[in-house]
T-cell receptor, first 114, second 112 residues
Framework: DGGITQSPKYLFRKEGQNVTLSCEQN?????MYWYRQDPGQGLRLIYY???????QKGDIAEGYSVSREKKESFPLTVTSAQKNPTAFYLC?????????????FGPGTRLTVL | AQTVTQSQPEMSVQEAETVTLSCTYD???????LFWYKQPPSRQMILVIR??????QNATENRFSVNFQKAAKSFSLKISDSQLGDTAMYFC?????????FGTGTSLTVIP
């Protein structure tokens, strides 16, 4: 089955530790995205990538980093510089950026920093 | 900057009735796309319907339809014959070029 997988579903980390969230897609999509979802704030874009080895900052990139070494993978690292990392994180992909393609979403990862 | 506003944080509707969710957006672009996404309790985001701004005809998908008013920058979602499975958060989204901009969502509860 084609789709987007995110792991783990729940993640707990101590304050000050870096943590990496996984996102993998087998849809052969060029573009991938990371969003953060907080109650009452909808989805906010963290980073996005249109092609391998290239990515751009979204609206709230501070304290986050990404890599895009493979087309199917777009991991997100939440660094200790992120002041309030506890949130629900969603990964998405689309065929390619620049046209009216819908975004397909993964099931999300709930990160809790203790 | 593009902004998307959903002014109804919570709504409820009786099963089999019709409900309309509101969405307004602000942009200076002339060519863009609009979407409604549904997020049920499982939190999996699912596309409900999409509308191209250059098309005057309102999009429909089975029980879901939109009222797109380009001049007013309004994009409301109408759900007919509401079903219990429609209970979810609904997000309006605006897309131009390579980025999506989401509203804050409307939590819809369908009452049996």
């Amino acid at each position: 089955d084609g789709g987007i997988t995110q792991s783990p579903k729940y993640l707990f980390r101590k304050e000050g530790q870096n943590v990496t969230l996984s996102c993998e897609q087998n849809l052969n999509h060029d573009a991938m995205y990371w969003y953060r979802q907080d109650p009452g704030q909808g989805l906010r874009l963290i980073y996005y990538s249109q092609i391998v080895n290239d990515f751009q900052k979204g609206d709230i990139a501070e304290g986050y980093s990404v890599s895009r070494e493979k087309k199917e993978s777009f991991p997100l690292t939440v660094t200790s510089a992120q002041k309030n990392p506890t949130a629900f994180y969603l990964c998405a992909s689309s065929i390619f950026a620049g046209v009216s393609n819908e975004q397909f979403f993964g099931p999300g990862t709930r990160l809790t920093v203790l | 900057a593009q902004t998307v506003t959903q002014s109804q944080p919570e709504m409820s509707v009786q099963e089999a009735e019709t409900v309309t969710l509101s969405c307004t957006y602000d942009t200076s672009e002339s060519n863009y796309y609009l979407f409604w996404y549904k997020q049920p309790p499982s939190r999996q985001m699912i596309l409900v319907i999409r509308q191209e701004a250059y098309k005057q005809q309102n999009a429909t998908e089975n029980r879901f339809s939109v009222n797109f008013q380009k001049a007013a920058k309004s994009f409301s979602l109408k759900i007919s014959d509401s079903q219990l499975g429609d209970t979810a958060m609904y997000f309006c989204a605006f897309m131009k070029i390579d980025q999506f901009y989401f509203g804050t969502g409307t939590s819809l509860t369908v009452i049996p």
